[in-house]
Nanobody, 127 residues
Framework: QVQLVESGGGLVQAGGSLRLSCAAS????????MGWFRQAPGKEREFVAA????????YYADSVKGRFTNSRDNAKNTVYLQMNSLNPEDTAVYYC????????????????????WGQGTQVTVSS
């Protein structure tokens, strides 16, 4: 079982940047695609980004494409989400998640495709 812990959230002004990290326990981390989701108050959890198990393929929601970059370091069991040009609409709790099936490419944008979740980290963007 992989356990996930996010960090790096905080308060930033519009136009600023943050880098989220997601540290995973367990030796199986490198076999799984990883995703990022976010949930704003009163809204459903939504897909943000995903990265394949090897790190060679990434997917992004249209709302963050060109501003966010998803990467991973399998030697460190860590996934990163670099967020640039943040705007108030990016305010949410951000979660990382492990995809259910090993050696997948992370193309699913459905939360049900992920079976392990971190506790989330708050990102607040002020205008």
């Amino acid at each position: 079982q992989v356990q996930l812990v996010e960090s790096g959230g905080g308060l930033v002004q519009a136009g600023g940047s943050l880098r989220l990290s997601c540290a995973a326990s367990g030796r199986a981390f490198s076999r799984y695609a990883m995703g990022w989701f976010r949930q704003a108050p009163g809204k459903e959890r939504e897909f943000v980004a995903a990265i394949s198990w090897g790190g060679g393929t990434t997917y992004y929601a249209d709302s963050v494409k060109g501003r966010f970059t998803n990467s991973r370091d399998n030697a460190k069991n860590t996934v990163y989400l670099q967020m640039n040009s943040l705007n108030p609409e990016d305010t949410a709790v951000y979660y990382c998640a492990k995809e259910r099936n090993a050696y997948d490419y992370g193309s699913s944008r459905l939360a049900s495709s992920y079976d392990s979740w971190g506790q989330g980290t708050q990102v607040t963007v002020s205008s």
